[in-house]
């Protein structure tokens, strides 16, 4: 069973700047570097959205309209990690942010995804 923990989330100003880590267990290395990732974020009273997706072994990237430029995904397969590195943060970035994991291509779609993070909470204030 493949387990995903979220870190790196907190409080930030407008503009600032936070990374997100998502570490992977109960996977071998060979194994996580099948899986394409995904980042998606949830705001109070709204849907789960997407937000960035990386292919296995990083062949390839995707992005909500909303982040591109601004965020960056990113993996280690050989420390089973994926990352996101935010920038010029806005307070409408403001969400619990989950990682996720699938086998096969990347997706934009939250019920592709086969496992999930227990989220990890960034607030961006004005």
């Known amino acids: 069973q493949v387990q995903l923990a979220e870190s790196g989330g907190g409080l930030v100003q407008a503009g600032g700047s936070l990374r997100l880590s998502c570490a992977a267990s109960g996977a071998s290395r060979v194994t996580f570097s099948t899986f394409s990732m995904g980042w998606f974020r949830q705001a109070p009273g709204k849907e789960r959205e997407f937000v960035a997706a990386?292919?296995?072994?990083?062949?390839?990237?995707s992005y909500a309209d909303s982040v591109k430029g601004r965020f960056t995904i990113s993996r280690v397969d050989v420390w089973n990690t994926v990352y996101l590195q935010m920038n010029s943060l806005k307070p409408e970035d403001t969400a619990v942010y989950y990682c996720?994991?699938?086998?096969?291509?990347?997706?934009?779609?939250?019920?592709?995804?086969?496992?999930w993070g227990q989220g990890t909470q960034v607030t961006v204030s004005s």
């Open positions: 990386i292919s296995w072994r990083g062949a390839s990237t």
């Open positions: 996720a994991a699938r086998g096969g291509s990347g997706s934009r779609a939250p019920y592709e995804y086969d496992y």
